[in-house]
């Protein structure tokens, strides 16, 4: 039991890295942007690409965050600020993300091929005794980076002056204007945020299973999003909450009913949670924009 807790854990880190992505996003511009699975399978591929180049494994992955922050900010840059500029209703942004989903997807299956790849183990040393309970080390090494990579986004969205602007923009643009904050730099920074822990969220599952492919941002997309709703899309800790109860959930509907009924866990629990609390467990009222 204890065993499918730390496997529930871990993978329920790397779901909250990836709903963080769709809360940040949501957050300053109400929009779900369905194409961040597939910019978390671009940051597994680009990882991968690096690391065929002898980059090395850390090396990679930080280009890897880089590509991948860019590759969201040109996402808004060419067919959502757009929609925005014409003042668009938001179905039109939904479905332009879907769109662009399933072209990033097609461009993998491009240029890597459709194939499912290996993916070196990062650190991987075995199993480490902790409180004499055995837990092997890629576990523990995502629990660790990821509380410390959520704790960073906290504290940036929470406590620093981008921060503060975040929130400024996701209460009211126009009067963030007024105040001089730049408003398209603001999005451009959520999104490379957005982008930059889907692609550390890649790295680390594709390291954990030891392998990528073209689609894998699918399913995990999804389970992330649910993670999302399920915290309450749009608050941040909401997303670490939702992403750890999914996580676990999956993990122990593995091990109790069989691998092939985890996938609908994280869905039943979120249908559950929305009929009693549609906002999600920390969500907030719709914020209404002059």
Do not use: C, W
Not at 167 to 174: L, S, Y
Not at 177 to 206: D, E, K, P, Y
Request: proline letters at 2%.
């Amino acid at each position: 039991m204890i065993e499918q807790l730390l496997n529930g854990l871990a993978l329920g880190m790397v779901y909250a890295l990836i709903a963080v992505g769709y809360s940040l996003v949501f957050g300053v511009l109400r929009l779900v942007n369905f194409s961040h699975g597939s910019v978390y399978a671009f940051g597994a591929h680009m990882a991968l690409f690096f690391v065929g180049l002898q980059f090395g494994v850390i090396p990679a992955i930080v280009f890897s965050i880089i590509l991948t922050g860019i590759l969201d900010i040109l996402i808004d840059k060419f067919s959502l600020a757009p929609l925005r500029k014409k003042k668009s209703k938001g179905i039109a942004a939904l479905i332009t993300t879907i769109g662009i989903a399933y072209i990033i997807q097609n461009l993998l299956m491009i240029f890597f091929g459709s194939q499912t790849k290996p993916f070196p183990a990062i650190f991987d040393y075995g199993y480490v005794t902790v409180l004499g309970i055995s837990i092997k080390s890629t576990q523990l090494f995502i629990l660790v980076v990821s509380l410390i990579l959520l704790a960073i986004l906290t504290y940036v969205v929470k406590f620093t002056k981008i921060g503060l602007s975040m929130r400024a923009v996701e209460q009211n643009q126009k009067a963030a204007s007024l105040m001089g904050i730049n408003v398209n730099s603001v999005i451009r920074f959520t999104f490379f945020l957005g982008g930059a822990s889907a692609a550390i969220a890649g790295s680390l599952i594709s390291g954990y299973y030891q392998v990528v492919y073209p689609n894998m941002g699918f399913l995990a997309g999804l389970k992330a999003f649910s993670a999302a709703v399920l915290g309450g899309i749009g608050v941040l800790y909401g997303s670490i909450v939702g992403g750890l109860v999914v996580g676990v959930s999956e993990s122990y509907a593995a091990a109790l009913l069989g691998g092939s009924y985890r996938d609908a866990v994280a869905f039943i629990i979120l249908i559950i949670v929305l009929l009693f609390k549609p906002t999600g467990l920390f969500g907030k009222k719709d914020i209404t924009k002059v």
